[in-house]
């Protein structure tokens, strides 16, 4: 798919999902190209005045960024523990509306903050949709980095090949966290993945995982044939 497709398809996924939001919401935003455009549909709603008084909590360093840049007000979790809403990408949305994420290396606070929210909303493009989670792309586990290679046998038990994600200059990819990203590969997919999360929530170093089993309320879902909604 070209390139430009794509973007249409993610622009107008997020024009969708931003007719969620109400005017004196606080709302959770995601990280990743599928809420890239969001952000800046929801900056011109605010700038106009068809929106007024929201405040977002954004899920990372660059979201964060972003959001200064457009104007978009921000608060922490911490000062504002319930929000109305949360939008963002995935990476895999299986039929059941559960979801992989954490390839953009934001799991941890994109977690943190679509369970604080009243209502998720998972905005995607077609081509994330799977009959199995963990086809297409390895699930993502945040570690800590001291003795994080003593989860390598733990990991492969489980049926994963774990690779250490990496930077560019071949150093370890550390999250906004100070963490590592370990992505773990399975050959045929996922078949429990709710087996699987019990699994790696109870071993010490893990941080968290990118399983959002159960989460997502509703798929915000563009194609070729335009933009439809999946309910949970």
């Keep these: 798919m070209k390139t430009s497709t794509v973007d249409q398809l993610k622009r107008a996924a997020a024009a969708r999902a ?22 800046g549909l929801l900056a011109e709603r605010l ?3 068809a929106l007024k008084n929201v405040i977002a909590v954004p899920t990372s360093e660059d979201t964060a960024r972003r959001c200064r840049e457009l104007g978009i007000p921000l608060v922490t979790l911490g000062d504002c523990p319930e929000l109305s809403l949360a ?3 995935a ?12 390839l953009g290396g934001a799991l941890l606070r994109e977690k943190l903050v679509a369970l604080a929210a009243k209502r998720f909303i998972v ?11 963990g086809t297409r792309v390895p699930v993502p586990v945040e ?4 003795g994080w290679t003593t989860l390598v046998p733990f990991f492969e038990h489980l049926g994963a090949v774990p690779i250490l994600r990496r930077a560019p200059d071949g150093a370890p990819c550390v999250t906004d966290n100070g963490n590592y990203l370990v992505d773990c590969r399975f050959a045929r997919g996922i078949p429990d993945p709710a087996a699987l999360a019990r699994a ?9 995982d990118g399983l959002f089993l ?14 439809r909604l999946l309910k949970r």
């Design 200 to 208: 790696l929530a109870k071993r010490t170093g893990i941080v968290e």
């Design 214 to 227: 159960r989460i997502a309320r509703v798929a915000v879902v563009a194609g070729a044939g335009g933009v």
């Design 123 to 133: 905005v995607v493009d077609d081509s994330k949709l799977v009959r199995r989670l």
């Design 91 to 102: 990476d895999e949305v299986s039929p059941r509306l559960d979801l992989i994420k954490g």
């Design 18 to 39: 931003l007719e969620f939001v109400e005017s004196g919401m606080a709302v959770g935003l995601g990280t990743g190209s599928t809420v890239r455009p969001l952000l």
């Design 47 to 49: 700038h106009d005045g």
């Design 143 to 146: 570690v800590i980095p001291f």
């Design 87 to 89: 939008i963002d990408g």
